[in-house]
């Protein structure tokens, strides 16, 4: 069975990953650094519009990615300054259907999903990528990719057959009006993903599943939503705001405005 979190073996294999460096970084995990959720918490928070801060089953849940899944939330570390230049977080999930039921609900059914796995004894098979954040300033230098390799190394090193991730394709947000279904199969003469953030998951051996049209769920009253974006909705009906991926819903009658993330399953073999 591969453990969740601490056996002896389990230490050793991912200590292995620990002690790599990357780019002339340093690379840690929770483990190494017990409060890594806190000493992350402001680049986590740097990284996202406000809206995307206030999904329901995130607040609930990433903190404690830290406590219960160490060997799955790594840093990059500057060897000299020890800031924190980027930050990579997973999940191990016992997943044994084929990878084109993966559900809609992506992001939000992947980080409680591995919770309830841990919580039922179930053995983990995949790996779910749940963030890569590089630092502003550190950005445009290659070291998403190697952030992924990372991730995956984690996973193949505790036996896991795959690395699942509900991408948040990042130029999504320039084309709000488009359907995620037909996004995400927008190519370059070069064959490769239109979208940045695909691309670096492509080269490194992914392929699309399918679209995850419901991967992050974020209700608010009409104020939070307000406050969360800096516009005024005076209207009821569908908005286009920045950093959305889609259009939000306004219902001025219910005090309700509602953001559904569409992400995209992809899906990397870790046993090839
Ligand atoms: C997405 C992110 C991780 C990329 O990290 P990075 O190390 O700067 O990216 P890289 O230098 O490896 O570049 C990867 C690709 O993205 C492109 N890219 C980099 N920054 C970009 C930006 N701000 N907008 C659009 N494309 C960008 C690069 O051109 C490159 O594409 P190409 O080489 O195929 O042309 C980083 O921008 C980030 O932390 N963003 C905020 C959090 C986020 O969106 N995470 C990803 C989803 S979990």
Redesign the pocket.
């Known amino acids: 069975m591969i453990p969740y979190c601490s056996s002896d073996s389990h230490i050793e294999r991912t200590e292995k990953v620990c002690r790599m460096t990357i780019e002339n970084y340093r690379l840690f995990t929770a483990r190494d650094i017990p409060d890594l959720g806190e000493k992350t918490h402001v680049l986590t928070g740097s990284?996202?519009p406000e809206f995307m801060l206030q999904d329901p089953l995130a607040n609930e849940y990433f903190g404690r990615l830290y406590v219960e899944f160490p060997y799955y939330q790594f840093v990059l570390m500057h060897p000299e300054t020890e800031e924190i230049i980027?930050l990579g977080n997973s999940i191990p999930l016992a997943w044994d259907r084929p990878a084109e039921e993966l559900p809609d609900e992506g992001w939000d059914w992947a980080i409680a999903q591995g919770f309830r796995d841990r919580e039922a004894g179930l053995t983990p098979t995949v790996q779910c990528?749940?963030?890569?954040?590089?630092?502003?300033g550190?950005?445009?230098?290659?070291?998403?990719?190697?952030?992924v390799r990372t991730m995956k190394s984690i996973g193949r090193r505790v036996g896991l057959s795959a690395l699942i991730a509900p991408?948040?394709p990042?130029?999504k947000c320039d084309y709000p009006l488009t359907p995620m279904e037909r996004y995400v199969h927008w190519r370059r003469d070069d064959g490769?993903p239109f979208d940045?953030?695909m691309?670096?998951h492509a080269?490194l051996g992914a392929e699309v599943i399918r679209p995850c049209m419901r991967a992050m769920y974020i209700p608010g009253t009409i104020a939070d939503w307000e406050s969360w974006t800096g516009m005024t909705f005076p209207d009821s009906g569908r908005y286009v705001i920045p950093k959305a991926l889609v259009p939000i819903d306004i219902d001025r009658d219910r005090d309700q405005g509602l953001y559904v993330e569409p992400n995209v399953w992809m899906r990397h073999p870790l046993n090839e």
Do not use: C, E, I, Y
């Not at 990528?129 to 630092?135: E, F, R, W, Y």
């Not at 550190?138 to 952030?147: D, F, H, T």
């Open positions: 990284a996202w980027a990528a749940l963030q890569v954040v590089v630092k502003d550190w950005q445009g230098n290659g070291l998403s990719a190697s952030m991408v948040r990042n130029r490769l940045p953030w691309r670096v080269r």
